[in-house]
């Protein structure tokens, strides 16, 4: 009499512990979709309201779809609101403003990661001290020393402005690159003859690419939602709006212009949107390579 052993093939059947996993990725994966879309949908219903007239915007109810497109919104918006001129204003005063900070924060962040000076702490404490301030409470200095030296209603001085806060998160970050990159690259330079601000434009700075894209990154979206300071800076100059601050033209007395004030701000986001698609691996690589050192 012989006895026949019938062999379980283990990757078939579903055992307890598997089906538990199954389970629980499903369960997150539906979390994680639900959370896209509640993200995702102000954005959609921005551009569907773009494209609807004032009425079909709050008559329509979760309608994405508008009946008919009234792209003479974005016309309006261009036209009509002046946010041609805004976009202009905006792009001038941001380009500026992330030359300056990425400028004057990789130089300091350069110079207190590899030197050592008296007062080096203090710099420091300081620095990380701004972090605790208020803008409101320093936009008045600001535009106290911007009118007197000629500054005030102008985009220089709102760039001066903008530029001129601590920006310590951007410091820190250079910090955090420059102190792991080899002090034998610096020492070759110097040999060969350069000096302080050869071995930085030269050296230094292109190495930090990562991380000066991720500073350019975060101050282009900072400066170009910046409200408060430009509010400010264009109250007796209109022209000079930027746009975020443009959005007040779609306001009025009695009513606010809703899909044109959608179209408005989806000209607004475009930018952003682009300048994050081309940057985001660098904005990775950048957050990673200065935590890491």
């Known amino acids: 009499m ?5 062999r379980k093939d283990p990757g078939r059947g579903w055992s307890v512990a598997r089906v538990r996993n199954r389970l629980v990725w499903w369960v997150m994966a539906v979390i994680v979709g639900i959370g896209a879309l ?7 219903w921005m551009v569907s309201a773009s494209l609807k007239d004032q009425l079909e915007v709050f008559g329509s109810g979760l309608s994405l779809l508008p009946k008919t497109p009234v792209w003479e919104n974005y016309a309006r918006a261009w036209t009509d609101a002046g946010f041609g001129r805004y976009l202009l204003n905006t792009v001038i005063v941001t380009v500026c403003t992330v030359v300056l900070v990425v400028v004057r924060c990789a130089m300091a962040g350069y110079v207190i990661a590899r030197y050592r000076f ?7 404490v300081v620095l990380i001290a701004t972090l605790f301030v208020p803008t409101g409470y320093t936009i008045i200095p600001v535009v106290e020393i911007s009118q ?33 990159v080899p002090k034998e690259l610096e020492e070759a330079a110097v040999i060969d003859g350069a000096g302080f601000l050869s071995v930085f434009f030269r050296v230094m700075l292109p190495l930090a690419m990562p991380v000066t894209a991720t500073v350019t990154l975060l101050t282009f979206l900072a400066t170009w939602n910046a ?3 430009p509010l400010v800076f264009t109250f007796s100059r209109p022209d000079l709006r930027t746009l975020s601050v443009g959005m007040l033209a779609f306001v009025g007395e009695n009513s606010v212009d809703w899909s044109g004030m959608a179209a408005a701000a989806v000209i607004s986001l475009l930018p952003v949107v682009i300048l994050f ?12 390579g200065a935590v890491k050192s």
């Not at 008296?118 to 420091?124: F, H, L, N």
């Not at 500054?151 to 690159?177: K, P, T």
């Not at 698609?277 to 990673?288: D, I, N, S």
């Open 148 to 180: 007197r030296l000629g500054l005030l209603n102008s985009l220089s001085g709102m760039v001066i402005a903008l530029s001129g806060a601590a920006h310590v998160a951007s410091i820190l970050l250079y910090m955090g690159y420059f102190r792991g």
């Open 118 to 124: 008296t007062g080096r702490k203090t710099v420091m």
């Open 277 to 288: 698609v081309l940057l985001q691996r660098y904005f990775v690589e950048g957050m990673a």
């Open 38 to 44: 509640l993200w995702v949908y102000p954005f959609v």
């Open 2 to 6: 012989s006895t026949t052993t019938v």
């Open 227 to 229: 409200f408060f300071l």
